[in-house]
């Protein structure tokens, strides 16, 4: 086991290792009355394809009962600059929603550190 040829892989992945940026955007108030809320979670400019974003819920009430559901996309290349971009949605039942304290959108590759975006849902709660 030689060390040596190991240095030139991380300094290749140093440079184009790009991690992309999250924003997550909180349900809608219309759709709340509707009596669901969807959340999004955009990772724009990342590098390379084999991100993958996940959710997790604090739940304030606790309970295990979870209805939620999460859906993710493949990376989309951006033909401009070569990076990809990410989404994934999270849909779980209004009344639910109202008992959640935060939701982190989570981003993972490999052994890195994840990057997380929470968003605490007193920020953004107008019910």
Request: charge should be negative; charged fraction near 25%; proline fraction near 6%.
């Amino acid at each position: 086991t030689d060390v040596d040829g190991g240095e030139q892989l991380d300094s290749l992945d140093f440079t184009c290792d790009t991690r992309p940026t999250l924003t997550v955007l909180p349900p809608s108030r219309e759709e709340l009355q509707q009596g669901t809320a969807t959340l999004m979670c955009l990772a724009n400019k990342g590098f390379p394809s084999d991100w993958s974003l996940s959710w997790r819920v604090e739940d304030s009430s606790s309970s295990s009962s979870s209805s939620w559901e999460q859906s993710s996309s493949p990376g989309v290349l951006q033909k401009l600059d070569g990076l990809y971009s990410w989404s994934s949605t999270l849909r779980l039942p209004a009344d639910q929603w109202r008992k959640v304290g935060s939701v982190t959108c989570e981003a993972t590759r490999g052994s890195q550190t994840p990057l997380r975006e929470t968003l605490r849902r007193d920020q953004c709660s107008q019910s």
